[in-house]
């Protein structure tokens, strides 16, 4: 009597969720015998079929085709063929399960993307979801699960900048730094600088410090420290390290400012608690020198200690010569 999905489905989520296998260990399928399996599988033998779903699953002696295999596996299976219909449920659930966690990806754009995930994320961007383009755009800036193509990557953040909603400014904001670098596109420092208003107004730090270093290097623009310091400003408060860092940096050599070592103080141990290796060596060099504070070579030594644990080798060196 044929099996139903709904049999199929049964089994698979038993099986799966008790941690049930299917009490046999089977080697691997001999590669050059694929046709012979498949010829014995077209004339009824269910084992065979089993075994062709397992070889067209793993791409054995053949190319890999999950839609092949499930056909193959679903003509063992009703063929009571029961290891045939946990794997064929095995796959189903599996699918689910990768679908729902696509939907997680792209709905909170901070977790990590995997290779697997590229032709999901891929559909659901052609599918006109404007704003899940910025985790393609990604995949393709960083060649997960696929090859790096800037060119793509720039047009499918542009997509997803333009749909125009909080959802997106990670979009715009890796689209400004494609026209501030030329990735993808000829260089424009002038959009670079429009794409960063619009996610700092929008409280992307990322934006913010963009714009502050812009401004403090006259990278793209005239330097002018008063609005540098007001986008650092902007971005340190919403905890970038690298903006906390230059800040100290500014009020400790008096760049622009009045220098002000208790300011310098506060942003580079802020920085350092981020976990910005350079913000951690200038509090060490701060006590070591007694610069603003009181000499301190303990709290130098533990300031060293963990910009060295962060991977700054300078501080490394320093610790060494306080030891």
Same mark, same amino acid.
């Given at each position: 009597?044929?099996?139903?999905?709904?049999?199929?489905?049964?089994?698979?989520?038993?099986?799966?969720?008790?941690?049930?296998?299917?009490?046999?260990? $089977?080697?691997?399928?001999?590669?050059?015998?694929?046709?012979?399996?498949?010829?014995?599988?077209?004339?009824?033998?269910?084992?065979?079929?089993?075994?062709?779903?397992?070889?067209?699953?793993?791409?054995?002696?053949?190319?890999?085709?999950?839609?092949?295999?499930?056909?193959?596996?679903?003509?063992?299976?009703?063929?009571?063929?029961?290891?045939?219909?946990?794997?064929?449920?095995?796959?189903?659930?599996?699918?689910?399960?990768?679908?729902?966690?696509?939907?997680?990806?792209?709905?909170?754009?901070?977790?990590?993307?995997?290779?697997?995930?590229?032709?999901?994320?891929?559909?659901?961007?052609?599918?006109?979801?404007?704003?899940?383009?910025?985790?393609?755009?990604?995949?393709?800036?960083?060649?997960?699960?696929?090859?790096?193509?800037?060119?793509?990557?720039?047009?499918?953040?542009?997509?997803?900048?333009?749909?125009?909603?909080?959802?997106?400014?990670?979009?715009?904001?890796?689209?400004?730094?494609?026209?501030?670098?030329?990735?993808?596109?000829?260089?424009?420092?002038?959009?670079?600088?429009?794409?960063?208003?619009?996610?700092?107004?929008?409280?992307?730090?990322?934006?913010?410090?963009?714009?502050?270093?812009?401004?403090?290097?006259?990278?793209?623009?005239?330097?002018?420290?008063?609005?540098?310091?007001?986008?650092?400003?902007?971005?340190?408060?919403?905890?970038?390290?690298?903006?906390?860092?230059?800040?100290?940096? $500014?009020?400790?050599?008096?760049?622009?400012?009045?220098?002000?070592?208790?300011?310098?103080?506060?942003?580079?141990?802020?920085?350092?608690?981020?976990?910005?290796?350079?913000?951690?060596?200038?509090?060490?060099?701060?006590?070591?020198?007694?610069?603003?504070?009181?000499?301190?070579?303990?709290?130098?030594?533990?300031?060293?200690?963990?910009?060295?644990?962060?991977?700054?080798?300078?501080?490394?060196?320093?610790?060494?010569?306080?030891?």
């Amino acid at each position: 009597m044929k099996k139903s999905l709904k049999y199929i489905f049964s089994i698979a989520f038993i099986l799966i969720v008790t941690g049930c296998g299917v009490g046999v260990v $089977l080697s691997p399928p001999n590669p050059n015998q694929f046709m012979q399996y498949k010829n014995d599988c077209d004339r009824g033998d269910a084992g065979a079929c089993y075994i062709v779903g397992n070889m067209y699953r793993d791409g054995i002696g053949t190319s890999i085709n999950t839609y092949r295999a499930k056909q193959a596996y679903k003509k063992a299976c009703e063929n009571n063929k029961n290891e045939a219909c946990l794997a064929l449920g095995k796959m189903y659930v599996e699918k689910d399960n990768k679908k729902s966690s696509i939907r997680k990806v792209v709905n909170n754009q901070n977790v990590n993307l995997n290779a697997s995930q590229f032709g999901f994320v891929k559909q659901l961007c052609d599918g006109g979801k404007n704003e899940e383009c910025y985790n393609l755009g990604k995949m393709y800036e960083e060649a997960i699960g696929t090859k790096k193509d800037y060119v793509k990557a720039f047009k499918v953040y542009k997509i997803s900048c333009e749909t125009r909603n909080t959802n997106t400014m990670k979009a715009c904001y890796a689209l400004g730094k494609f026209y501030y670098a030329g990735l993808g596109i000829r260089r424009n420092y002038n959009r670079a600088e429009q794409l960063f208003q619009h996610t700092c107004k929008s409280e992307d730090e990322k934006g913010c410090a963009e714009l502050g270093e812009m401004y403090l290097y006259g990278q793209g623009v005239k330097r002018n420290i008063k609005p540098a310091l007001e986008f650092l400003l902007k971005a340190c408060k919403n905890s970038n390290a690298k903006s906390c860092t230059a800040l100290g940096t $500014l009020y400790v050599t008096g760049d622009g400012v009045a220098e002000d070592y208790s300011k310098a103080h506060y942003f580079f141990d802020k920085a350092c608690t981020i976990g910005d290796s350079l913000a951690c060596f200038n509090m060490g060099n701060m006590y070591e020198n007694g610069i603003g504070r009181a000499q301190n070579k303990v709290n130098a030594k533990e300031f060293y200690s963990k910009a060295c644990r962060l991977g700054l080798k300078e501080s490394c060196s320093s610790l060494e010569n306080l030891q």
